[in-house]
Nanobody, 125 residues
């Protein structure tokens, strides 16, 4: 599975962005997917995950109520809608896919075999 993340950019606090993650090689419907982020000098952290079928989602407490993960299996694309952005959301955002044997997502980066290249989100105060 090859993953291509896009949609990052510079936005003011309170603004919105939508990240996209396009999958090729195998369809996204075969994989539970996740979004992670990594700020400078910090470890990669869990943001959101969605199950293989798209019916089960989970979020980090820090983004709950502001971010929404979704899947369009017809387009082999996973999205992360980010509203109410804060300066502390500034990071490189990565999408990832689990092995196809798993239905649900994982909170740990170790649970994912496939990673996109990352897209930078910068939120100014």
């Amino acid at each position: 599975v090859q993953l291509q993340a896009s949609g990052g950019g510079l936005v003011q606090a309170g603004g919105s962005l939508r990240l996209s993650c396009a999958a090729s090689g195998r369809t996204s419907s075969n994989h539970a997917m996740g979004w992670f982020r990594q700020a400078p000098g910090k470890e990669r952290e869990f943001v959101a995950t969605i199950s293989r079928g798209g019916g089960l989602t989970n979020y980090a407490d820090s983004v709950k109520g502001r971010f929404t993960i979704s899947k369009d299996n017809a387009k082999n694309t996973v999205y992360l809608q980010m509203n109410g952005l804060k300066p502390e959301d500034t990071a490189v955002y990565y999408c990832a896919a689990r092995p196809s044997t798993y239905y649900s997502g994982s909170y740990s980066p170790a649970g994912y075999d496939y990673w996109g290249q990352g897209t930078l989100v910068t939120v100014s105060s």
